[in-house]
């Protein structure tokens, strides 16, 4: 079985040499990209934990950050488990433990067991390099489909990055943790097991790290794209030393009268859905059973399709005023009670 996927990864890189030869300058020859091929993979890690349920892969891709075996990934379940295991370029499997993830930025640090002078990309150095321009031209190191174990080469994809731009992901839409800018890159890169991936020039330099798959629920198309490797420096280099601290809950919502402690998602269009986007912790939202990604589609039997309809609803209400909301969690509809308080001290509702 090996033999089979080497073999195949090998026709794979063939093609994609072959493709790349009129984008090529003149003079240049391929045996250049091979080599920068050799020289990323090692760089470039196989991830392995508990999934294979709905939604969530059992297996991903990792970034080497430093020669003792810090890794960058993406944030997701794969890596909250006691029995992470990750494969080398040489073949070895190492048990591996997460150390910090941060849920704004999407991304996680993990670290392997009882290694050292592995190769790594140097973060410092990729922090200072300027961005990448629209139109520059990548290679997309993954294990996309889990094409790769032990020794076998990661999948290499070639594109053009189409843009930079912030990624506008709206629950019920898109699934997008990350909202800040991102390379939108003109390659199919965002694959089951692509997350967490190297996007490199083609002289080997990382550019940034694969997104998670971001695929629109109307239209059943997927965008993607690569968080730059500049906004993810500051949290890898603090998280190997031990000092990055997540970021912190946002604050809960409170209306002018009553309290609930729901955070809904940024109102941007007219009739955004109101999804719940944050719960505070010992709030009436939180004692109610309010979970994050909750749509609320009911109060008190009136049917919700706005932010503004609930905050017309709810948020003029007296401490003590409760209401019967229906939300839909995943392809569940559920009913829960929501009782306001009092505003807490030192609280003053926010501007609409």
Sequence with gaps: MRTSRSFKARIGLSVLFSSLTAALCPGQEIASLASVVDQVNPKVVKIFGPGGYRGINSYGTGILVSSDGYVLTVSSPLTDTTDLVVHLFDGRRIHARAVVAEPALDAALIKLDKVEDLPHFDLAKAALEPLAQAGEPVLA??????????????????????????????????????????????????????????????????????????????????????????????????????????????????????YHGLVLVPDAVERTPPFVDDVAPGSPAAKAGFRVDDLIVYINGEKITSIKEFRQLVDKAQPGTLFKLEVRRGDHLLSLDLKLDPLPAKSAPPKH
């Design 141 to 258: 190191f993954s294990n996309q489909f889990e094409i790769a174990t032990r020794e076998e080469p990661v999948s290499v994809q070639h594109g053009v990055i189409a843009a930079y731009s912030k990624l506008h992901g709206r629950r019920g839409i898109f699934e997008a943790p990350y909202s800040s800018e991102v390379y939108v890159i003109d390659a199919i890169t965002n694959n089951p097991g692509s997350a967490g991936g190297a996007i490199t020039s083609y002289d080997g330099r990382l550019l940034g790290m694969i997104g998670k798959e971001l695929r629109n629920s109307l239209s059943d198309t997927w965008v993607n794209y690569a968080v730059p490797i500049q906004a993810l420096a500051d949290f890898s280099q603090k998280g190997i030393k031990g000092i990055y601290r997540p970021k912190p809950r946002l604050p809960a919502v409170t209306g002018p009268h009553g």
